[in-house]
């Protein structure tokens, strides 16, 4: 049992290293549009 | 009996950690939902935390726990608490007062029916939701609690491993969740998670009472309490890391997101193991959890049943995967009290896990099932168009999470 834990993390760790990582043009998560509470004081 | 101030100290802490989960599962789900829901989303976690606590006292323990009723349900000897007090409950908890044993008890009840709300999710009634959380906690949660854990329960018995509620509070949550999604139906249009922050911070702290949860379900500060704390660390972490690489290797990129439900995953999958696997058992339960749970959750689209947080996946699957895991890995050298499972030579434990998994399934399908439609019949389950358009904060509260757009 030992070794099968192991193994399972380090299939893990190896994973990681050999992954591609995409660079998504779009998050997948849209980012909140926060409006100003206060309106731009006139100049 | 003598009431030990260290087990006593102990049960307590972790009932203060276990409350804490119910906000914390709160926040999580706020995340998820669109910021229109995102108070609604929190107020159905505070909301359950207050009516179960007092449904709890007057009939929802005696119910779980009261003298056996056939093994199907515990009678109403202990309505309202009458005839329990200080004095430990020697069936339950030697050692610590019967009613520390009902404070703890109390919060795993409190805690499953709001589970079940990330499944209809910005679109349910409040009324039909306060309906539908006080009905479930009597019909579902509470004899199935009997069956597990109550003394002449037909499923402990009979011999299946419970430790910490993968029967009692995932598989019937996520279940029920399942059916009340499929009855109720699927909301206007998808919304997108509105703050993932929440939802990390929500799982964190999760984290954090699921010691409480699974390490207190010794029900004494001892070395099986240990064990359990270790072993839920472990598989949580496990769930974490796996479920961000399956869905990397996936989608092609890390999700933090992921990560958090990976966690959560993994805490589900050990909650049955916890007092009776070691620490290697519990990486190959948060492997299994990481990537089971996330094929769960790819699947479920294609079932066309809009649970919207994804309870099913993670609560029903994960649950589950950490009920027949506990017959996989179980042994006697973690917790004589307990059983040897199929890789310590007892194949039968297995089957007898298997059982517990199909009655809770069946019997938390059904009965969500009369419930939901129940409801359904007589005031109504979701809010109008109109109001699920605007959100349930405004539509159903009067108020706004956030002074923003």
Not at chain 2, 58 to 66: E, I, K, M, P, V
Not at chain 2, 209 to 223: M, R, T, V
Not at chain 2, 249 to 268: D, E, F, K, Y
Request: aromatic share 10%.
């Amino acid at each position: 049992m030992e070794l099968a834990a192991f193994a399972s993390f380090a299939l893990l760790v190896v994973a990681w290293i050999v992954l591609p990582l995409r660079s998504a043009p779009e998050p997948s998560v849209r980012a909140v549009d926060i409006e100003p509470l206060t309106e731009p004081v006139a100049a | 009996m003598e009431i030990s101030a260290g087990d006593t100290a102990w049960i307590l802490l972790c009932t203060a950690l276990v409350m804490l989960m119910t906000p914390a599962l709160g926040f999580f789900y706020a995340g998820l939902v669109g910021k229109r829901n995102a108070l609604s989303t929190l107020l159905h976690s505070f909301f359950v935390l207050c009516l179960i606590s007092v449904q709890f006292v007057l009939w929802g323990y005696t119910l779980a726990f009261g003298p056996s009723q056939g093994g199907l349900i515990g009678g109403l000897d202990w309505f309202g608490l009458a005839g329990v007090g200080v004095e430990p409950n020697p069936a339950y908890a030697p050692g610590v007062p019967h009613l520390a044993f009902v404070a703890f008890q109390m919060m795993f009840a409190v805690i499953t029916p709001a589970l079940i709300t990330g499944a209809f999710a910005e679109r349910v009634s409040f009324k039909a939701f306060i309906l539908f959380t006080l009905l479930w906690s009597t019909v579902v949660y509470a004899p199935i609690a009997h069956w597990v854990w109550g003394v002449g329960g037909w499923l402990r018995v009979f011999g299946s491993l419970d430790f910490a509620g993968g029967t009692v509070v995932h598989i019937s949550s996520g279940v029920s969740a399942l059916v009340a999604a499929l009855v109720i139906g699927r909301r206007l249009t998808k919304t997108e998670p509105h703050d993932a922050t929440m939802t990390i911070l929500g799982a964190g702290l999760l984290w954090f009472g699921w010691f409480g949860f699974n390490a207190g379900s010794a029900l004494a500060a001892n070395g099986l309490a240990a064990n359990a704390f270790i072993v839920t660390n472990t598989a949580a972490a496990m769930g974490a890391l796996t479920w961000l690489t399956v869905s990397w290797i996936h989608r092609g990129q890390p999700s933090a997101l992921g990560a958090a439900l990976g966690a959560v995953a993994g805490l589900v999958a050990i909650t049955p193991a916890a007092g009776f696997v070691n620490v290697p058992a519990s990486i190959m339960i948060g492997l299994g959890a990481g990537t089971i749970c996330y094929l769960a959750m790819l699947l479920r689209p294609r079932l066309r049943v809009d649970d919207a947080l994804d309870v099913w996946a993670v609560h029903g699957i994960g649950g589950t995967w950490g009920a027949v895991a506990t017959g996989l890995f179980a042994s006697v050298a973690v917790n004589g009290a307990g059983a040897n499972g199929l890789f310590s030579g007892n194949p039968e434990l297995v089957l007898k896990q298997l059982v517990a998994v199909g009655a809770t399934w069946l019997y938390a399908g059904v009965m969500t099932a009369v419930i939901v439609k129940v409801i359904q019949l007589t005031v109504g389950l979701r809010v109008g168009e109109e109001a699920e358009v605007v959100g349930l904060d405004r539509s159903q509260h009067g108020e706004i999470a956030y002074q923003v757009d």
